[in-house]
Nanobody
Framework: QVQVVESGGGLVQAGGSLRLSCAAS????????MAWYRQAPGKQREFVAG???????SYLDSVKGRFTISRDNAKNTVYLQMNSLRPEDTAVYYC??????????????WGQGTLVTVSS
C-alpha cells in the first residue's frame, strides 16, 4: 500500500505565499512523477504543476512564474511553493503520485487534498 498526505494549506491574503507539501509512504520502489492538481468550488479538477524524473517540470499557464514545484527524492516528498497568490487560486489542492511499487509495477495514488483559501 502507498499513501500520500498533503499539508500546508490555509487562509492567506491576496499577494501572500503558502508552501504545500506532499509525502508519500508505504511500499515504494521509486517515485516516477508527482504532481499537484486543484479543484475550485463548482469547477473540474485541473492540473497545476508536475515534476518527473530528471526534475523536468510543467505548469498551468496561470501559475507560471508564481508557483514552483520541487521534490526531495530521499524523502519521497514534493513541494509546491505558491507566491503572489490570487483569490482565483482558492481551491482544494490534491497531490498525485505515480509510484513504482516494484521494478515493473506502477501505481497512481491521490491524496485527500488540502484547502487553500486566498482572500481579497
Amino acid at each position: 500500500q502507498v499513501q500520500v498526505v498533503e499539508s500546508g494549506g490555509g487562509l492567506v491574503q491576496a499577494g501572500g505565499s503558502l508552501r504545500l507539501s506532499c509525502a508519500a509512504s508505504g511500499t515504494i520502489f521509486s517515485m516516477r512523477a508527482m504532481a499537484w492538481y486543484r479543484q475550485a468550488p463548482g469547477k473540474q479538477r485541473e492540473f497545476v504543476a508536475g515534476i518527473v524524473n530528471g526534475d523536468r517540470t510543467s505548469y498551468l499557464d496561470s501559475v507560471k512564474g508564481r508557483f514552483t514545484i520541487s521534490r526531495d527524492n530521499a524523502k519521497n516528498t514534493v513541494y509546491l511553493q505558491m507566491n503572489s497568490l490570487r483569490p482565483e487560486d482558492t481551491a482544494v489542492y490534491y497531490c498525485n503520485a505515480d509510484v513504482l511499487i516494484t521494478a515493473v509495477r506502477s501505481l497512481e495514488v491521490w491524496g485527500q487534498g488540502t484547502l487553500v483559501t486566498v482572500s481579497s
